[in-house]
Every structure is written in C-alpha cells, then in structure tokens.
C-alpha cells in the first residue's frame, strides 16, 4: 500500500477544510437579513413593507377583543434592523396603534400589530425592482371603506358654516361700531354738487365683479377636479440631482392648488392622495369617478436621461399611439410606477379594473385636449415650454372614460435649474396660480352638465 507524503496530506486537508468553510458558510448566516422597515399611514390604509434580501414567507391571522393581526415570519432571526419597526408607528396612524416583536420560536419572528379598528389585510410579496430588494407587504384597509363623495360634501358644509360665522362675526363688529357712532350734525352743509353727497376717501369703493375674459356660458352647479399627485409611499418618482423627490414636490403644488379651487364658492378639489403613500394607477382613475369628477389633472416632474431637458409639459390620452417618441417613452415610465409602488390588488379586482380603463372614448379625449390646450397656454406664461401643443400617449392614469383627463409635466426635475425652481415657493404659487387660470378658462368655455348626484 502505497503512503501519501505528510505534507501532501496537509495540504489536501487544508483544501478541503476551505471547501468545508465555505459550504456551511450560508448555514452560519442562516435565513433572510431584513435591509429596512416601513410604515407608510394614509387615511385609506396603512401599509407596512419589510424588506430583505431574500423572500420572506409569512402567515398572518386577526384576533379580536382587542383587534389585533398576528404575522409569524419564517426562516428569520429577530435583528435590530426589525426592532426599529416598533419607532416606525406614528400617533397619528388611523389604523396601528402599536406594534410589537420577538423571537416567537426559533427561526420564527412574530409581529403582533395593534389594531385601532377593525381591519381588512392584504398581504403580498413583491420581487426586486429598482432600488428595492424583495419586499413582504401588509396592507391594512377599513373594513368599511370611506365615501369620498359624501367626505366633500361635508367639507364643503363645514367650510360654508365657518364663512358664515365669519360674516356675522365681522357684521356684529360693524354693526356694533356703528351704534357707538355720534349722531350726525344737523347743522352741517349741504353739499356743493347738487345734493350729491361727496364719497369719503375711507369709504369702501364698489366695484363691478370681475369677469374671465374666457367666459361665454354659465356655471350653474359645483364642480369638482380631481388632483392626482403622482408616486408617493414606496414609489418616490423621479430624484433631482441634489434629492429632491418628484413625490414631495407635486404633492405640495397639489395642496396648493386644492387651496386656491376650494377658495371659488363653485368649485371643489379632491385630492387622490393627500399625504405621502403609494396610490395604484387604476384606484386613482377609480377615485376621480366615485367623487364623479369634471376634470382628471395628474401632476408629475419629468426626468430625463440627460440634465439638459427641461421645460413643462402636458398630455392627453391617445387612441392611436403616441404622438412622439418622447411620449411613448414617457407614458411607459409612468405606467410602471405600480411596479415600483407595489400594486396589491385581487385577482378580480384586476379583471374589473382592466376592462374599465379599455372604455376611454373619442369625446374623453377630445374634451381633454381642450382642457390641456388651455392649462398649456397658462402655463407657458409663467416658465419655458417643453412642446408647444399637448401631446398624447397611452397614460394609465389618464384613461377614465368619462372624464376628461390631463398629465401635467411640471418641469423637469432632473435638470439642475429647474430642479431649484420646483423647489422654490414662489415657482409653485406662480404654476399654481397658471393651472387655476387655465382649469377657470376650460370650465368658461366648456361648462359641464348636470351630474346624477347633485351636491
């Protein structure tokens, strides 16, 4: 029998203890590594999102008295990344009330989610995309949900209530000025203009109501526009070179023009989000048209490729294609923010919403061009055009079928100059000030008709 040499022997033990290394190198660190915790509150829902660096598996139940759902996660180690789920809940949350983690079994992780009412969970896992690895998702819906309808009927009440309460408050005022008024003199001339009494410099000065110079028909009932701020909760849109993010800054001129709409006694905005979560594209459309919305405005800051594009921009849904390559290559980016955001819908859910968002028509899209024409042309007073003429695409968000439907453009973020301008408030009141002159205008030219549900 023939004898290895000792030092051979050595050697090949070394070989092999390094192989023997690294096979049970993946059971040493055993399990998925939670990257990051999130909870996004909303007052539709709540969605708490764990990501990790590989699938995570979870079963999930709901106890009651006091409501609360129950996750066990497998194949998981309680880490201090998981901890800081707990500091995640806000007071405000109008579903969670707390949440608490341990180390239930071994490798298992529970998660008890204290519940402030009672709840409908969707629970689903999303695959790497983007910036994100993979994702475990639970969403926490009302078991009721919200009529949004009804929500701006009674803010419109609540708003007339108070300026009615202000009136009479600033009539008591005057009133009661005017009670501790001297009584005029009697023996005071008459006036030198033939018994025309002379205006006093403080008296108030009457003026004829200012018109639109737009108008041609009368508004006769209120109108209600649909504001969609664009991405939001896990999908942040476009990033500007120095980080601002497109889901913060259209959200703000959003709340800015809802101000300035809610402001004209026949108008009322409805916000498709009004905080920081991710909406789907097709429960944005679906939004707009439980409220029956007169006007559909997405707004979005474009972002290129290159730093050098700029200028804003607005479209309109096409039937036939896009009208440019710029469109095209647009409306996809879009349309895939629900990859980003994470859509959690049911599979029926899906079929229904997919057969509404293939009814858009002819007179929808004709009706959005207007409207688009006219915002373009108030727009390009207060800052640098991208296209001249609305341009048209297949935008999934644009494709309510009964209600004309705009995405505006407001700049691009990813240019460095603009960028600062989005940033700015004085930009955002001007581009506030330029869509509510171009929404005014549409509505002169193109009042719409009675709805079936009046407010």
Known sequence: MKMTPLWTRRALLQRTGSVALLLTAPQLAFGANIVAVRVWPAPDYTRVTLESDTELVAKHFLIADPDRMVIDIENLELSPALREIVG???????????????????????????????????????????????????????????????????????????????????????????????????????????????????????????VDPGTKKKIDRLIIVALDPGHGGEDPGAIGPSGLKEKDVVLQIAHKLRDRINAIPNMRAMLTRDTDFFVPLQQRV?????????????????????????????????????????????????????LVGGVNVKHGDAHVMRALLDMSTTAQINDSLRAGSEVLGQIGRVGRLHKRKVEQASFAVLKAPDIPSILVETAFISNPEEEAKLRSAAYQDDLVAALMSGIKRYFSKNPPLARNRQL
């Open 286 to 338: 679906e939004k707009a048209r439980r409220v029956q919305a007169d006007l559909f405005i997405s707004i979005h800051a474009d972002a290129f490729i290159t730093p050098q594009a700029r200028g804003a921009s607005v479209f309109a849904l096409s039937e036939r294609g896009a009208t440019s390559t710029a469109a095209r290559w647009l409306a996809k980016k879009e349309n895939a923010a629900d």
């Open 88 to 210: 995640k809940v806000r007071a405000d949350d109008p579903y969670i009330a707390g949440v608490r983690v341990g180390q239930n079994q071994p490798r298992v992780v529970r998660l008890v989610i204290d519940l402030k009412q009672g709840a409908q969970p969707q629970v689903t896992t999303l695959p790497p995309v983007a910036a994100y690895q993979h994702r475990l998702v639970f969403d926490l819906y009302p078991t009721v949900a919200p009529d949004p309808l009804l929500a701006l009927i009674r803010e419109k009440e609540q708003a007339e209530k108070e300026a009615k309460t202000a009136i009479d408050d600033a009539l008591g005022e005057f009133l009661g000025k005017v009670a501790k008024a001297p009584p005029p003199d009697p023996s005071a001339s008459a006036p030198a203009n033939g018994g025309a009494p002379t205006p006093s410099p403080d008296a108030p000065v009457t003026r004829k109501a200012e």
